[in-house]
């Protein structure tokens, strides 16, 4: 599989740590991003982020149960080590 999102780093992770520390992020976001639930590219986070939050205010959406998000993104991951710490999850 192509790398989709080469510029993330494995460590990006969630702001408020409520997810166990060593997954790998970045495999997380390419789960997604193969999945089609992630639009847009690196550069474009902040405009994406600053969308999401005026969203969120206006009660449009809710954050994401990060079980769910994994049990889509590890549909689309690679077999190892990635795959198998966002199941336990």
Request: charged share 25%.
């Amino acid at each position: 599989m192509p790398d989709l999102c080469p510029d993330w780093p494995s460590e990006f992770g969630p702001a408020d740590g409520g997810l166990p520390a060593g997954l790998d992020y970045r495999a997380l976001l390419e789960g997604l991003a193969w999945g089609g639930y992630l639009p847009g590219r690196p550069e474009d986070l902040d405009a994406l982020e600053a969308e999401e939050a005026v969203a969120m205010a206006e009660g449009r959406v809710r954050p994401a149960d990060p079980a769910w998000l994994a049990a889509v993104a590890v549909e689309h991951m690679e077999p190892g080590p990635a795959l198998a710490g966002w199941v336990e999850v």
